[in-house]
C-alpha cells in the first residue's frame, strides 16, 4: 500500500545532529498522526494532527517537534536526541470526519541514535 | 485500568487450529472499532473493522459486544503466515487507542 509514505526508511544519527522525518498521504485524510514503538513495546501516541492544527502532544519532549505545513504532508523534526529515542516511528492518517474510519500507516523510519 | 486490554499471549498453536482473541475497552463512548495485525518490525496493517452485527472476512470473524465492552477475533484454519501480533484499537472521536497487542505463533 503506497497511501501514506514516510522517508527516510532506516536513520541512524548521533545525538548532536538535527534531522526531519517526512509522512506525505495520498488518501484524502485530514488528520494525521505520529507513533513512537520502542522494541517489542506498544505503540506510544507522540501527535495528532487534525486539520492541520495540533489538537494533541501526549507530553513528547521538546526535543521531538512536529510540523504539519497541511493536511497531506507531515514533519518530525529531531535535535539533540538520546539513545532511548531509537525506535520505529510510525505515521498514520484517518478521515476525522468519518468516525467509523480506521487509520492507515506509514511503513516508518527505523531510527538509531548513536 | 488500562483503556484497552488484551489476552497477554503468546499464542502458540498448530496449523489448522481455531484460535480467538478477546479485548475490553473502558471507554463507553468508543465509537468504532478494528483489529490490526503487526508482523515484526513493520507497521501496523489494518486486519479488519468491527461491526455491531459481526463480521466475517473470509477465515476470520469478528465480535463486538457494546454492553459487555468486548470485542473478539476468532481465526480458523490458522496458517503459518497468520504469525504476527494482533492489535486491538477502539476509536474516540480522532483518538484511536491501541491495545498491547497479542502474539500469535502459527507452528507446522
Known amino acids: 500500500e503506497t497511501g501514506v509514505t514516510q522517508t527516510p526508511r532506516h536513520l541512524v544519527m548521533g545525538m548532536t545532529n538535527k534531522k526531519s522525518l517526512k509522512c506525505e498521504q495520498h488518501?484524502?485524510?485530514?488528520?494525521m498522526y505520529w507513533y513512537k514503538q520502542s522494541a517489542k513495546k506498544p505503540l506510544e501516541l507522540m501527535f495528532v494532527?487534525?486539520?492541520?492544527?495540533?489538537?494533541e502532544n501526549n507530553s513528547v519532549p521538546s526535543r521531538f517537534s512536529p510540523e504539519c505545513p497541511n493536511s497531506s504532508h507531515l514533519f518530525l523534526h529531531l535535535h539533540t536526541l538520546q539513545p532511548e529515542d531509537s525506535a520505529l516511528y510510525l505515521c498514520?492518517?484517518?478521515?476525522?470526519?468519518?468516525?467509523?474510519?480506521?487509520?492507515?500507516f506509514g511503513d516508518g523510519t527505523r531510527l538509531s541514535i548513536l | 485500568r488500562k483503556e484497552v486490554e488484551q489476552d497477554p499471549g503468546p499464542f502458540n498453536v498448530p496449523e489448522g487450529a481455531t484460535v480467538a482473541f478477546n479485548c475490553t475497552y473502558s471507554?463507553?463512548?468508543?465509537?468504532?472499532f478494528f483489529w490490526y495485525r503487526q508482523d515484526c518490525r513493520k507497521e501496523p496493517k489494518l486486519l479488519m473493522s468491527?461491526?455491531?452485527s459481526g463480521n466475517e472476512d473470509g477465515r476470520f470473524t469478528a465480535q463486538l459486544n457494546r454492553a459487555s465492552q468486548y470485542i473478539s477475533l476468532l481465526i480458523r484454519d490458522s496458517k503459518l503466515s497468520d504469525s504476527a501480533t494482533y492489535l486491538c484499537?477502539?476509536?474516540?472521536?480522532?483518538?484511536?487507542?491501541f491495545g498491547p497487542g497479542t502474539r500469535l505463533s502459527v507452528l507446522p
Open positions: 468491527v461491526y455491531s
Open positions: 471507554n463507553s463512548a468508543s465509537q468504532s
Open positions: 484499537v477502539v476509536r474516540d472521536g480522532q483518538n484511536f487507542v
Open positions: 494532527y487534525s486539520l492541520e492544527e495540533r489538537v
Open positions: 498514520a492518517s484517518s478521515q476525522d470526519r468519518g468516525r467509523s474510519q480506521p487509520q492507515h
Open positions: 488518501l484524502g485524510h485530514n488528520a
